[in-house]
């Protein structure tokens, strides 16, 4: 039982890390029509255009390529979002009261374990 409670937990956690991940992107449909938009106005521009990515030295490769890829990041991003049926916010709320749920019947495994273990030893 206690492993399948720690998968939950780790399944729970996982989703809470996503949400928070998306709720920091402060996304807006508004994007997705300046992705497209810029992705029209270079397609097959074979000018310079680099991708930068954190911690990374940037790559240069072509706009158009450059365009498609941050389209393709953002509809990704709206593919995500769409897989929630309430706000982001709602959704870790949910979230959180069932990762303490979780929590509580994890303790309550273990403190039960070590009472029978104790009256075990008792005996």
């Known amino acids: 039982m206690t492993q399948q409670l720690q998968d939950e937990l780790l ?3 996982g989703k809470i890390q996503a949400t928070i991940s998306l709720m920091r992107e402060k996304w807006t449909d508004n994007d997705l029509e300046k992705a497209r938009s810029k992705r029209d106005k270079h397609y097959g521009d074979m000018s310079t255009g680099y991708i930068l990515e954190r911690k990374k030295s940037a790559v240069y490769t072509t706009m158009h390529t450059h ?6 990041d953002t509809l990704r ?3 995500r979002l769409c897989q929630y049926d309430e706000s982001l916010e709602d959704t ?4 959180s009261e069932r990762r303490v749920d979780v929590l509580e019947r994890i ?3 273990h403190l039960t374990r070590l009472t ?3 009256e075990i030893i008792i005996e």
């Open 77 to 79: 991003t709206k593919i």
């Open 116 to 118: 029978q273990s104790k």
């Open 11 to 13: 399944e729970v956690e």
């Open 67 to 72: 365009t498609h890829l941050a389209l393709g």
């Open 107 to 109: 303790l309550e495994s």
């Open 92 to 95: 870790l709320g949910n979230l």
